[in-house]
């Protein structure tokens, strides 16, 4: 009980808010890696995965390549990129790691969503003189977009846990609360640290959850 009295008095001293070291200015350091994170990984594996989706050839191998990337630890990735000409790009290494580890969930997301949506539909849809775009954009992306979202969702909350590895790089984050906690011998701010991350990714999921509860049905059926 003494830890997490101790962890309890550490959150709850206003000095540790504050300040470049303050949890407020690590935690906007947190939301902006792992944005800018999502954002990189959306704009890799989506165009990807709806194309191969949309033409149903190469996705699956295009998947179990990624799936197979998942298996490689980040923080490995991490270290064998610092030691490379990309180690010299400040938060480089960091964000090219975490954005190989979110492509995974993205792209197998979306390709499957892609995939199952009804080939009935899309038939009609191409008797109807529909365009292969307007098919992709109209009638495939609405349908599998539940899948997509979901991936997108799974992303955002491992993002947010795996970012506390920016500390090793030298990078900002809450990360660097738990690493000063080691550093200073303090089980109190190590677990504070933790409870920051844990706390922020529930929170990451309970905006998802909230904004798919407030999207149109269709956004938000599953079958």
């Given amino acids: 009980m003494s ?17 470049e070291n303050g949890v407020t200015h690590r935690l906007l350091q947190h939301l ?34 990624s799936n197979v990337g998942r298996a490689v630890p980040t923080f490995a990735v991490l270290v ?10 400040g938060e480089g290494p960091t964000v090219v790691a975490l954005v190989l580890f979110a492509v995974p969930p993205l792209l197998t997301n979306a390709y499957v969503g892609m995939r199952e949506v009804d080939r009935s539909v899309v038939q009609a849809a ?48 809450l990360g660097r609360i738990i690493t000063a906690g080691f550093n200073l011998a303090s089980t109190p701010q190590v677990v504070a640290g933790a409870v920051l991350v844990a706390v922020f990714a529930l929170v990451v999921e309970g905006l998802f959850e909230a904004a798919g509860r407030l999207a149109p049905r269709w956004a938000r059926s599953t079958g």
Avoid: Y
């Fill in 3 to 19: 830890t997490l009295t101790g962890a309890w008095d550490w959150l709850t001293d206003p000095a540790h808010w504050s300040g």
């Fill in 32 to 65: 902006a890696l792992t944005a800018v994170c999502l954002l990189v990984s959306c704009l890799i594996a989506l165009p990807v995965a709806l194309l191969l989706g949309h033409l149903g050839k190469g996705g699956a191998l295009a998947v179990n390549l």
């Fill in 80 to 89: 064998l990129l610092l030691l490379t000409p990309v180690g010299r790009w």
């Fill in 126 to 173: 191409r008797g109807m003189g529909m365009s292969g775009r307007q098919i992709l954009f109209q009638v495939e992306v609405p349908l599998a977009l539940p899948l997509i979202l979901n991936g997108v969702r799974i992303a955002a909350v491992q993002l947010v846990a795996t970012a506390t590895i920016a500390a090793l790089a030298g990078g900002g984050g």
